[in-house]
T-cell receptor
Framework: EPEVTQTPSHQVTQMGQEVILRCVPI?????FYWYRQILGQKVEFLVSFYNNEISEKSEIFDDQFSVERPDGSNFTLKIRSTKLEDSAMYFC????????????FGEGSRLTVL | AQSVTQPDIHITVSEGASLELRCNYS??????LFWYVQSPGQGLQLLLKYFSGDTLVQGIKGFEAEFKRSQSSFNLRKPSVHWSDAAEYFC???????????FGAGTQVVVTP
């Protein structure tokens, strides 16, 4: 069964460092998303991406965050200068069709900022 | 603004017993509704979804959910739980924006022998 894969599974970084989280969506999917889950809190939408541009972003997704699809397979989330409060599990998701297509989530990348 | 409420933070159930997880949503129209499960160290796996039509939907792993418009609810049920059902369960709503899900806080399910 096709799946969304994310790397790394866990990253520890120092505050102020740049972090890139990588995702390989399912190959025929066209819509890509990042969500995050701070420990003990709800899963929150960060950003959606379609046709090589951001479709929508949440209030959380400030100038420290960026997304990119550098090639035909990868979808990345960059945090330019990490803060302690960026520590969370970050989930990538993809879907094939708007409307009735389900979101397929990856297993997540846990980011710990020290 | 849309919201999702899962009133039960934690539920303990005996193996073989039935399970019902509650989900209430607040949204102007009928949203798309989902239940996801997250096992420890794993990602979010879709159990089932409701878009339209029959209000009782069947999902994977023997789960079902019923959409009740009058109660703004989408409760998840399983007639007989297995130890492997121990996990965290999230109800989610997709409203105005495709793919922008709003999740409930989750219900942690513990299964005892």
């Amino acid at each position: 069964e096709p799946e969304v894969t994310q790397t790394p599974s866990h990253q520890v970084t120092q505050m102020g460092q740049e972090v890139i989280l990588r995702c390989v969506p399912i190959s025929n999917h066209l819509y890509f998303y990042w969500y995050r889950q701070i420990l003990g809190q709800k899963v929150e939408f960060l950003v959606s991406f379609y046709n090589n541009e951001i479709s929508e972003k949440s209030e959380i997704f400030d100038d420290q965050f960026s997304v990119e699809r550098p090639d035909g397979s990868n979808f990345t989330l960059k945090i330019r200068s990490t803060k302690l409060e960026d520590s969370a599990m970050y989930f990538c998701a993809s879907r094939s069709l708007a409307g009735t297509g389900e979101l397929f989530f990856g297993e997540g990348s846990r980011l710990t900022v020290l | 603004a849309q919201s999702v409420t899962q009133p039960d933070i934690h539920i303990t159930v005996s193996e073989g017993a039935s399970l019902e997880l509650r989900c209430n949503y607040s949204y102007g129209a009928t949203p798309y509704l989902f239940w996801y499960v997250q096992s420890p160290g794993q990602g979010l796996q879709l159990l089932l979804k409701y878009f339209s039509g029959d209000t009782l939907v069947q999902g994977i792993k023997g789960f079902e959910a019923e959409f009740k418009r009058s109660q703004s609810s989408f409760n998840l049920r399983k007639p007989s739980v297995h130890w492997s059902d121990a996990a965290e369960y999230f109800c989610a709503v997709e409203g105005d924006s495709w793919g922008k899900l709003q999740f409930g806080a989750g219900t942690q399910v513990v299964v005892t022998p």
